[in-house]
């Protein structure tokens, strides 16, 4: 019996990996129809395009084509490390990026456990609808929101006048620009971040609470010991994705509210790719300054995720 078993498993791993595969797909089949539209676009929209990312190492021109376009080299990276706009760009993403992370990134947490500490169902469902609404709303109209509001006629400006204080041109004050940045992006969508650590906060064991409570635990006590234990795993995921994405900032929000006035603060990386690609038609500078950008993001998130195998055995792979 031994020696029949260890056949089977020899003839099971020199089963090709064809083989194998169809038998999973007859087991599974509707799984893998589901995942179909998925595989399509990443294939056509996330794969396909690398191919024209060569261009960040050409002189492109539409005439010549991608591969009969010059090739440069790295003479596109070269000057954009040591153009002005360097520094400039690097800072003002960067601290975009983690002003959004100290300050945006524990605001759904935080509301996810207050709101986990209510027990009116009625209140609790109220509060989740009225801080879910903002992220609904259009992009354009929350920006023309912020530009209405913050003007030198707008309603914060009203109020800060009615205590005597003289009106202030916030949206072309470089100072102002990062503060109001952050808090509407918390204000637009804490609520929306409040939903996955909800549905985590519902799946603890609601016997390590009784346990707690024997021990003579409190509400604050419960929340340490048992409620953000329990939940670490995805903070600490979306953490590394977040820390994936540090070099991407709101391309569409920071356009439609930065002006020539605050560009020290407010132009980024991407506001930078899209004026040198689409405006000023560079688009071999530009395709360099979005690899680079790219391959930034991958470094950070392979060693933030290799980072966090090593501290709390949570990892994305």
Request: charged letters at 15%; one cysteine or more.
């Amino acid at each position: 019996m031994t020696g029949g078993n260890t056949k089977k498993k020899q003839n099971i791993h020199k089963d090709p990996f064809l083989r194998r595969l169809k038998k999973d797909i007859s087991l599974n089949r509707y799984a893998y129809v589901l995942v179909i539209p998925a595989i399509v676009y990443y294939i056509l929209f996330h794969y396909v395009p690398l191919y024209g990312a060569q261009i960040a190492f050409r002189t492109f021109n539409f005439r010549s084509g991608i591969l009969g376009s010059p090739w440069v080299g790295l003479d596109n990276f070269k000057n954009f490390f040591t153009s002005y706009y360097f520094i400039r760009l690097i800072r003002n993403t960067l601290m975009l990026s983690i002003y959004n992370i100290v300050f945006g990134f524990p605001a759904p947490i935080i509301l996810a456990l207050l709101i986990n500490e209510v027990r009116n169902t009625y209140f609790k469902r109220f509060t989740q609808s009225i801080t879910y609404l903002p992220h609904f709303i259009s992009l354009v109209v929350v920006c023309n929101f912020i530009l209405d509001f913050t003007s030198r006629d707008g309603v914060i400006n009203d109020i800060i006048g009615f205590f005597g204080v003289t009106a202030i041109p916030f949206m072309n004050r470089t100072e102002w620009f990062r503060p109001i940045y952050v808090i509407s992006d918390i204000w637009q969508q804490i609520g929306w971040g409040s939903i996955i650590y909800l549905a985590a906060l519902s799946g603890i064991d609601q016997e390590l609470y009784e346990a707690c409570i024997v021990d003579g635990g409190g509400r604050f006590r419960q929340m340490f010991a048992v409620t953000l234990p329990g939940i670490a795993p995805t903070i600490i995921i979306l953490l590394i994705l977040r820390m994936g994405r540090i070099m991407d900032v709101g391309l569409e929000k920071v356009m439609l509210l930065y002006n020539p006035s605050i560009y020290e603060t407010a132009d980024i990386i991407s506001t930078f790719v899209y004026r040198k690609g689409l405006i000023e038609l560079d688009y071999s500078y530009s395709s360099a300054v979005g690899l680079f950008n790219s391959v930034i993001n991958f470094i950070l998130l392979m060693a933030v995720n290799r980072l966090s195998k090593k501290v709390s055995e949570t990892s994305l792979f």
